[in-house]
């Protein structure tokens, strides 16, 4: 199983990124799959999660500024970032898991190497 997140970059306090994260080597339709993120000394945190199903889970942090989607024909995950704030700077990374949705990380199977989110004031 291969998890490949992309997307991450430099933006303004205020702009707007998009990640996506693809996946291979699992039938990617039967998979809960959730964004995480990790700050420098910080543990990783949950972001954001879609079931199967499509059924969508936030983090407070992130309600109405982040919209998490999947396209179950690419296999890809994606993650719509918008109005992004000097505390969202973060490395960025996908994870996957049977079934449901979980916002805890010892509970998925499958994790992407990260992609770097920086957010300048």
């Known amino acids: 199983v291969q998890l490949q997140a992309s997307g991450g970059g430099v933006v303004q306090a205020g702009g707007s990124l998009r990640l996506s994260c693809a996946a291979s080597?699992?039938?990617?339709?039967?998979?809960?799959m959730g964004w995480f993120r990790q700050a420098s000394g910080n543990e990783r945190e949950f972001v954001a999660g879609?079931?199967?199903?499509?059924?969508?889970y936030y983090a407070d942090s992130v309600k109405g500024r982040f919209t998490i989607s999947r396209d179950n024909a690419k296999s890809t995950l994606y993650l719509q970032m918008d109005s992004l704030k000097p505390e969202d700077a973060a490395v960025y990374s996908c994870?996957?898991?049977?079934?449901?949705?979980?916002?805890?990380?010892?509970?998925?199977?499958?994790w992407g190497q990260g992609t770097l989110v920086t957010v300048s004031s």
């Open positions: 879609v079931s199967p199903g499509g059924r969508l």
């Open positions: 080597g699992l039938t990617f339709s039967n998979y809960a």
């Open positions: 994870a996957a898991r049977k079934y449901t949705i979980a916002v805890h990380p010892d509970n998925y199977d499958y």
